[in-house]
């Protein structure tokens, strides 16, 4: 299973521009690999660990934020779009990062975060200080009630609590994310020529694409509207029935549009949205031909261990993406869900969560499309359940300490030995703690292991890339026994899911991957998934 250094290429092997069936990886910066000892991830972290990636299989990378930041929301507060964290690097490791990726034929894609800025950044500091230019680059306005004590509308931000805050002068400023959080304006052209010359500065650098953070919602319904929400609900979770205000307004495809024009003008760049709305239909809106190349696609990874479940994911996936001729992309877990291995998990034990994690990672690699993958999968990863006292996402606190956040899911990844910081780190003392009994899990304890997890992605990563059976798009649906599924791709890949609890009949045809193993009866086994051609 050698995979051997290639040039820079702008297409797959099926002749198809590199980004219509990358297998993405992200790469959450503070969890993968620490190279100068503080216990936090790095960017020389990556570098150094980038020839395990490219034995793995993948195409390309995504990396989460590595801005200058005060780390209130883990970088996702950015105090400056164009420079490096010291925390993380430099701008000189952010190039040999990039330049070591090509070489060994690896994209690299990095996070836009277009909605809000922190609000140590520059111009927020002015607008706080009073009405100019920078205050006109946020959402500012005017409170309700006495002397504008009251927010100017009943808005909740996505972590909980209000999400507008007051400055000296009594103005409010908005923001859905924390308060160091403030959104920018997006009806203030300036901030679309700022966010301008930030691609156009990574996009010099060599960086192959952007996600885009909270793609849906830089536009806000025109006034501002109060939500419709019950009296005395104080969080509001994110609504995504096509009515919450805060977010899907039509002015924000034109910021896409922006977006498109500037990565048209770089030969074979990409961008991927984070969009959560209602319905496969809105989120095709967000990749017409002149919008985004991709959006993330949630139905898989929202659906239950369901073969059911999983078939009406993929199938209504793939005609809304059909219908404007995008790619469709498909997610198991990411940093800010639970991880797929502890979801399959649910009433049942640790290990069948595993087993289950594992076939549902051969029907997201069967899928024609994108496949991205979190750091970890590849070793099927559990979330691990972090004491109070250690839990760092601004969840946690701004929702009254109800809501135990997203810190369980971005544990730093295990390299080898037998005890934390397992190889990440030459600190014993990581970011967020590790537990003592991951050293099975290890990327050591599973590369030469031929039943691993890690050798199960490997081969089918190998396979995705090399065997004909994946040749061409689309699929053909087969009959299944129930709580089964099984369908075929046009070049001859025949994918079959037992999602149930027995065995059923194996499918014809000759093997080319199982998720575990096959007893000799020529049944498929529960929670288990097959590759034949």
């Not at 219509?20 to 503070?30: H, M």
Request: hydrophobic share 40%; glycine share 8%.
């Amino acid at each position: 299973m050698h995979r051997s250094p290639d040039s820079r290429t702008t297409t797959s092997p099926r002749g198809d521009v590199w980004w219509k069936t990358a297998v993405f990886y992200q790469v959450y910066v503070r969890s993968f690999a620490d190279a100068d000892g503080d216990g936090v991830g790095d960017l020389a972290g990556i570098r150094a660990r980038l020839p395990y990636l490219h034995l793995l299989g993948v195409d390309a990378l995504w990396l989460t934020p590595f801005y200058p930041s005060p780390m209130v929301d883990h970088g996702y507060d950015v105090a400056d779009p164009r420079d490096v964290d010291p925390l993380f690097g430099t701008l000189a490791d952010f190039d040999a990062l990039v330049a070591d990726a090509h070489a060994l034929g690896i994209k690299v894609t990095v996070d836009l975060v277009p909605n809000h800025t922190s609000d140590r950044h520059v111009d927020f500091a002015g607008a706080v200080a009073g009405p100019g230019p920078e205050r006109a680059r946020y959402v500012f306005r005017d409170g309700r009630g006495d002397g504008g004590a009251e927010p100017p509308n009943n808005w909740r931000s996505i972590f909980g609590g209000p999400a507008w805050t007051r400055v000296p002068d009594g103005s409010w400023y908005l923001h859905l994310f924390t308060a160091e959080q403030p959104d920018l304006d997006w009806t203030n052209p300036e901030v679309a020529a700022d966010l301008e010359r930030t691609i156009r500065f990574w996009l010099d650098r060599g960086t192959d694409g952007f996600r885009i953070d909270v793609a849906h919602g830089m536009a806000k319904a025109a006034g501002l509207p109060d939500m419709d929400v019950p009296a005395g609900v104080d969080a509001v979770p994110n609504q995504r029935d096509g009515q919450d205000p805060r977010f899907d307004a039509e002015e924000v495809h034109d910021v896409h549009r922006m977006i498109r024009r500037v990565l048209d003008s770089y030969p074979e760049r990409m961008a991927v949205g984070e969009v959560w709305v209602d319905g496969d239909e809105r989120l095709a809106r967000y990749v017409r031909p002149d919008e985004l190349n991709l959006a993330f696609n949630f139905r898989l990874l929202q659906a239950d261990w369901d073969a059911a479940a999983f078939r009406e994911a993929i199938d209504a996936s793939l005609t809304a993406m059909l219908a404007v001729g995008a790619p469709t992309t498909w997610v198991l877990s990411n940093h800010d869900v639970v991880r797929h291995a502890t979801r399959y998990a649910v009433d049942a034990d640790e290990a069948t969560g595993r087993r289950r994690a594992r076939a549902a990672a051969m029907v997201q690699l069967a899928l024609p499309g994108v496949a991205y993958l979190y750091y970890g999968d590849e070793l099927a990863l559990p979330n691990v359940d972090l004491p109070d006292e250690v839990l760092q996402d601004p969840v946690w606190e701004r929702s009254g300490r109800t809501e135990r956040g997203r810190d369980g899911e971005r544990v730093p990844m295990p390299w080898s030995g037998e005890k934390p910081p397992y190889d990440f780190s030459s600190s014993a003392r990581t970011w967020l703690p590790m537990p003592d009994d991951w050293a099975h899990l290890t990327v050591e304890a599973q590369l030469e292991d031929p039943d691993s997890t890690l050798s199960l992605y490997r081969r089918a990563l190998e396979l995705r890339r090399e065997h004909p059976a994946f040749g061409r798009d689309g699929l053909e649906w087969f009959s299944a026994p129930a709580g089964c599924l099984a369908f075929r791709r046009p070049a001859g890949l025949l994918c079959a899911l037992n999602a149930s609890s027995e065995p059923v009949p194996m499918p014809p045809g000759d093997l080319l991957l199982a998720s575990g193993p096959l007893p000799p009866d020529g049944t498929l086994p529960a929670d288990t998934a097959v590759w034949l051609a």
